[in-house]
């Protein structure tokens, strides 16, 4: 749907700058980036999340916005989930379990089954820590949510 009205909001100048670069770091203009925050139902989905993460591979911020999204995502519009996303064979193994365990995760919370494309993506191999501290690995193991254990993932 075309724009057709403006809104005005006051913000001191730290706070300008301070979206402004929030915006630049999620790769869009401050209006898009403050729309997509305010009002998630409103936001281009989640094809295009999975898009911007496999067009920057490297970016911890694109699969944060992801991780956002999702949790933003109220269960009315969960069916922008039923299918995989195109180019969600692109991202690396490790961000697809990341996604898949989210999108599990949200399911969960739901009362769903997840969707069928998510179960078919096998876990990692190998254990992924969040992290390179060897003391906190005990309690991430046990700490860990189930989805993330079961995809080898390990993070709160």
């Not at 403006?6 to 403050?34: C, F, H, M, N």
């Not at 992801?66 to 069916?79: S, W």
């Not at 998510?118 to 060897?134: I, K, N, S």
């Amino acid at each position: 749907m075309p724009k057709s009205s403006w809104l005005q909001i006051r913000v001191t100048p730290e706070q300008k700058a301070e979206l402004r670069a929030l915006a630049d770091a999620a790769g869009r203009d401050v209006s898009a980036y403050v729309l997509d925050r305010a009002l998630p139902s409103s936001s281009a989905g989640f094809a295009q999340h999975i898009g911007w993460i496999a067009d920057h591979p490297g970016s911890h911020v694109a699969l944060a916005e992801c991780v956002d999204y999702l949790q933003a995502l109220p269960a009315a519009r969960g069916t922008e989930l039923a299918a995989m996303p195109p180019r969600f064979h692109e991202l690396s193994p490790l961000h697809q379990n990341t996604v898949c365990a989210w999108v599990e995760h949200r399911a969960q919370l739901w009362g769903v089954h997840p969707p069928a494309w998510v179960l078919d993506v096998p876990a990692l191999d190998a254990p992924h820590f969040a992290g390179d501290l060897l003391s906190v690995r005990p309690h991430l193991l046990v700490a860990a949510p189930v989805v993330c254990r079961r995809r080898n993932l390990f993070r709160e």
